[in-house]
């Protein structure tokens, strides 16, 4: 299993940027895929972004052009860079770790708060 923790969020203003970062440890991490979510107050959680082991990515509409996630494998840890902040993009963003074979190997980060507003 790997253990995942996100940080870099915080409080910005409409039309700034804030880079997430999510740390893994444990078991190996470079084939594992991984993404990026959001929930916010009362809705549900929604996919933000996934980047694979070979660094192919895909994103929600909803964010296409302003977000932009990657990956460091021999930092064991996956980048959520957002600009252009929108106060619909408040939420806590959750770092998840997907194992391409054994779904139980997978796991999830505790979260990291976003707020955008003036």
């Known amino acids: 299993q790997v253990q995942l923790v996100e940080s870099g969020g915080g409080l910005v203003q409409p039309g700034g940027s804030l880079r997430l970062s999510c740390a893994a440890s444990?078991?190996?991490?470079?084939?594992?895929?991984m993404g990026w979510y959001r929930q916010a107050p009362g809705k549900q959680r929604e996919l933000v972004a996934i980047?694979?082991?070979?660094?192919?990515?895909n994103y929600a509409d909803f964010v296409k052009g302003r977000f932009f996630i990657s990956r460091d494998n021999a930092k064991k840890t996956v980048y959520l860079e957002m600009n252009s902040l929108k106060p619909e993009d408040t939420a806590v963003y959750y770092c998840k770790a997907m194992h391409p074979t054994l779904t139980a190997l997978g796991s999830w980060g505790q979260g990291t708060q976003v707020t955008v507003s003036s």
């Open positions: 444990g078991n190996p991490f470079s084939f594992y895929t």
């Open positions: 980047i694979t082991g070979a660094s192919s990515t």
